[in-house]
């Protein structure tokens, strides 16, 4: 079994950022465990991940909750 890495992760998305208008934005990924629970909105934020990236937070896609 291999290592469990972000991209296999359920909280593993696309982030589009630093947008300029007529030239677009760059695309990246990013980590939103922090969104998806309960904690006070002065400490959420979101991660920017790499692919092969992992936490001790990781939850397979398609785990139940």
Do not use: Y
Not at 11 to 18: A, C, D, I, R
Not at 19 to 48: A, N, R, Y
């Amino acid at each position: 079994m291999t290592e469990p890495r972000c991209v296999d992760c359920r909280f593993f998305h696309k982030l589009k950022h630093n947008f300029e208008v007529g030239k677009g934005f760059e695309e990246s990924h990013c980590c939103t465990i922090m969104l998806e629970h309960e904690t006070p909105q002065d400490v959420t934020w979101v991660q920017e991940v790499e692919e092969n990236s992992r936490c001790e937070l990781f939850t397979e896609k398609g785990a139940d909750e």
